[in-house]
């Protein structure tokens, strides 16, 4: 039988050499430390400290404010020094938490527990307490996605380690250095669900990483390990679905309508050190790579650590940076200030020498059509691109335009160098704001 897969996608440089040999060092921060109070998506949390406050690692900062919503926990010991608008790695100004590190490290007392003694309930409230949520980049509560309407038609879950992403390589170090607790966080998720099976969904460029949790769970009778073929974007939820169990979800539906549910790595182990250890979100790996940085590494990192001391920590820019992305160079964030926090869904910052996308010179479609035999959403990038530079909300919803992933798929082979992504993403945020007026 071939790789698992989807039709489309792209096969970009992956960059991944640059840092995957490096293993996780700890980064212990040594300026201020800045929370902002939205790491999710959902209501921003509520702060429950007020300045002058002391506060210890582990200790709340501010309580989730709805159900979908997320606490945000203190990852160091310090003084409140306020609570202020702060600039985060999207450009936005965010309320934020400022916490003055006081280096001392000191923790709460966290309260372990074993799998056996924890009932579902229990289970879903250590991982709500904990402040944890998809640290793939999304963001979305995962209390909230353990919490389907009926968990009894729960299927599959699958922990997405495919890192498609080119340069990235946070994943690959967790499932390399740390593949046990990826396993027992599976565990932990499947006990929530009776009657589904777990899939550690790995693709094929880490050969290593699937022999070792390929032994670990050898015995295991509901989790397998799957490979994947190396293509972008294999680690999109909704292709992702589609090549382990050959179910298809759109935008208008859930993965748990098929009978899914879809993690991350990271928040597999996030999920571990909540319910088993009592941990809390304190802390995540994040790849500090590209041409332009002097020395890559996998770091470590405490939540609201500034991401420019990150970069020292690797050696510092080259004089010939260009460009700085937050994420990867497919579906992160340009950078204008490096002056920001790292958070929850923080998982890389790529540092490079040529600015591709500024420098390409855009010209007239041709209609070569090579938008849509790459798009994974299996709709017309080109038409939907002009739907949008000309403002018809209408004629973008009635050719499914809200099918795209913002994958960049279509961006990435346009012989135009049309910024088709980029337009059809502006159109869809008009489309979901109108959506909300209504």
């Given amino acids: 039988m071939g790789l698992l897969t989807f039709k489309g ?186 009657n589904a099976k777990g899939y550690i969904c790995v693709e094929d460029n880490k050969p290593d990483c699937i022999a070792k949790l390929q032994d670990l769970v050898k015995d295991i009778p509901r989790i397998e390990v799957k490979e994947l073929m190396t293509k972008y974007p294999q680690g999109g939820e909704r292709t ?72 020292e920590a690797a050696g510092g820019l080259k004089d010939s940076t260009a460009k700085v992305i937050s994420g990867g160079p497919m579906m992160g964030f340009a950078m204008y200030d490096l002056k920001v926090p790292c958070i929850k869904t923080t998982s890389a910052f790529l540092c490079l020498e040529h600015d591709a996308v500024s420098e390409a010179k855009q010209t007239a479609c041709i209609n070569c059509g090579r938008c849509v035999s790459v798009c994974p959403g299996h709709v017309l990038p080109a038409r939907l691109a002009t739907f949008a530079e000309h403002g018809n909300m209408e004629a973008f919803q009635k050719f499914d335009g809200m099918e795209c992933c913002e994958c960049g798929c279509c961006s990435y082979v346009c012989p135009a160098k049309r910024p088709l992504t980029q337009s059809i993403k502006s159109m869809r945020k008009m489309v979901l704001a109108s959506r909300k007026k209504k």
Avoid: W
Avoid at 242 to 265: F, H, K, Q, W
Avoid at 270 to 298: E, F, Q, S
């Fill in 240 to 311: 992702l679905i589609y090549a382990t169990t050959g179910r298809e979800i759109n935008s208008s539906m859930l993965p748990a309508d098929v009978g899914c549910v879809v993690d991350n790595v990271d928040t597999v182990v996030a999920i571990y050190n909540a319910v088993l250890l009592g941990r809390p979100v304190m802390d995540r790996i994040v790849t500090v790579t590209g041409d332009a940085i002097k020395a890559p590494k996998n770091f470590s990192v405490l939540t609201g650590t500034n991401m420019e001391e990150l970069i």
């Fill in 9 to 194: 996608g792209i096969h970009p440089y992956d960059g991944k050499e640059l840092s995957k040999g490096n293993p996780i060092e700890k980064y212990l921060p040594k300026g201020e430390m800045v929370y902002p109070v939205s790491q999710h998506i959902g209501a921003p949390a509520a702060p429950i400290v007020k300045k002058g406050d002391h506060v210890l690692a582990g200790q709340i900062l501010a309580n989730a404010g709805g159900f979908v919503s997320s606490p945000i926990h203190a990852s160091v010991s310090g003084t409140v020094k306020g609570i202020e608008p702060r600039l985060t790695s999207t450009g936005s100004m965010v309320n934020s938490i400022i916490v003055e590190n006081d280096q001392q490290y000191e923790e709460v007392e966290f309260t372990p527990a074993s799998l056996e003694s924890l009932s579902k309930e229990d289970i879903l409230n250590r991982i709500r307490e904990g402040g944890v949520v998809g640290m793939g980049g999304a963001g979305f509560p995962t209390h909230v996605k353990l919490s389907p309407k009926d968990p009894d038609k729960i299927e599959y879950v699958l922990v997405n380690g495919a890192e498609c992403e080119p340069y990235l390589t946070s994943d690959y170090r967790r499932m390399l250095e740390e593949p046990q607790k990826i396993v027992d966080g599976l565990k932990v998720m499947l006990t929530l669900f009776d």
